[in-house]
């Protein structure tokens, strides 16, 4: 639990000078610091009192003087610790324009920032440690206005944070401070949100397939009767799309419009509880990442229902978004993906299961579609199966035959060769050409290696490998009657049965990723029954074969 506050703060503070965020050899770091709204996914700062202040020694200076501002916690309570913070001075007539720049006293808890191509026009944080005050030095420039206001944003946790605290005013000298009383709002380009209202009653779906298109898990369920169904409906709406969004969950539903069945550049929309209200957020997702939320929430008519551990929210969307690089034009066909899972003080976590995917790319705006989908990709089905047919099945046969079947068929022969050596070749020919197909499929589903997927793609390079080399072994062995053919054997039994016991372990591994989507425990107790069977049927044979068992005599 620590580790993952921390994360959060960390990803709370570097997002707190917003857009973009670079990184140079040299230290130096670029921010477009705009609105100097952090950008984590909690959309409003705080209304309470900030309980921090930010004060300068002098009240009037002249072009090149040189103030100390200090930033600090109205109490000396170690709860009024911040974490981070952002600290600009703007011309107090026009607060878009960043003025001068600034000195550090503390570099170790400080650091300057490029903002607006003026460098050390800002200071930020340099790590999430806890603070209580922090002092720089602010240099007045030449071509100075004729007053500048202090302005801070500060950060204590994920959802306690303060935007453009306003500080004192200072002056030019001989020049009169603006009237008291002056207040500050967010920027042109702050983030703008919209007002959620409380749904009266459960969504339904009745009208699905005529009125509206849905996608539902399970098929065919209704959310008004059903605390299990995950439940996605869109109907059109002329120039906009009415979304309406259910599903069981501890931490927020979310779906995603897809070009591909693959996650990555999608646009996405989360309904996150938040305690006993929900937040409705337009995303975007890069590559297998976090949900970057948009810094303008385009949404209107949200609306929200909590009840029995089910989270619903619906809104519109305008369907040729303006100005919003993320958003996709709604008059396209997509796959719809939907997801749900933990989250805490609006930081989302992985999805709990497999997204739900659905079969085809659906038109927004076309004719409304009773719509299916699944959990589990095909693609990763046949690889599962390809897997454990070629090392519960295929190599099993192969291995007892080899072993215990050579002298039943001392002199019958298929194509020249014996019988059991013909069907051994061929069950393991067949288990290496499965292995080579199972082992390609998750890499073209994934689009290349799965970090979330723990030892099991591992074990399975592991075990490729040794498939290959069983066969290339084979090619080189010496005659049977060779005074070295015992080592080959050796070291064919040995690289056979790791192969086979490496295999087992993947594939116990691997029954319980998301992708695959079966039952536990089931799934275990029959694979582990497949075990058993072969372990005991080899247990027998090698007793039968030592002359312990006679069966049949």
Sequence with gaps: MEVLMKTKIVLVLISLCIHTVISYPHGKVTVA??????????????????????????????????????????????????????????????????????????????????????????????????????????????????????????????????????????????????????????????????????????????????????????????????????????????????????????????????????????DVYMCIRDTNRVDINPAYVSGRTHPVFSSENNLKDTAWRLSDGVIQCSFRRDLLPTDHPNRFPLDRPYYLFMAHGRAEDGRTHRHDRQPLISTNQKELTGNPEDLTGSRSPLLIKYHGACMLIAWMSSVSAGV???????????????LGQKVWFQLHRALMTLTVLLTLVGFVLPFMYRGGWSKRAGLHPYLGCVVMVLAVIQPVMALFRPAPDASRRYIFNWMHFGTGTIAQIVAVIAIFLGIHQQALLLPAPWSTGILGSMVIWFVLADLVLEVHRRGYLPIGK
């Design 400 to 414: 007892i035959i080899a072993r215990y079947f050579k002298p039943d068929w001392p002199e019958r022969n298929i």
């Design 33 to 266: 610091c705009g609105d100097m709204m952090p950008v984590h996914g909690h959309s409003e700062p705080s209304t309470k009192d900030p309980p921090y202040i930010i004060s300068a020694d002098k009240s009037q200076f002249s072009p090149g003087d040189e103030i100390k501002v200090k930033l600090l916690a109205k109490s000396s309570e170690t709860k009024l610790y911040f974490k981070g913070f952002l600290i600009e001075a703007r011309n107090a007539g026009n607060l878009d324009e960043i003025v001068g720049s600034f000195r550090l006293i503390s570099p170790a808890i400080s650091q300057l920032l490029l903002c607006d191509n003026k460098d050390g026009s800002a200071v930020s944080h340099t790590s999430d440690h806890h603070k209580t005050e922090v002092e720089v030095v602010w240099i007045a420039p030449k071509d100075s206005p004729s007053s500048v206001r202090f302005l801070v944003t500060v950060v204590r946790g994920y959802k306690d944070f303060w935007v453009k605290i306003p500080g004192p005013v200072v002056s030019q000298n001989g020049v009169a401070p603006p009237p008291a009383g002056t207040t500050i709002g967010r920027s042109t380009d702050a983030k703008t949100t919209t007002a959620s209202s409380k749904l009266s009653r459960s969504f339904t779906s009745e009208g699905c397939g005529s009125q509206k298109s849905c996608l539902r898990d399970p098929d065919g369920c209704d959310p008004q009767n059903d605390t299990s169904c995950h439940f996605l409906s869109f109907s059109n709406e002329g120039t906009s799309i009415l979304f309406e969004l259910s599903g069981p969950a501890e931490g927020y539903v979310s779906f995603a419009l897809s070009l591909d069945k693959w996650m990555g550049n999608d």
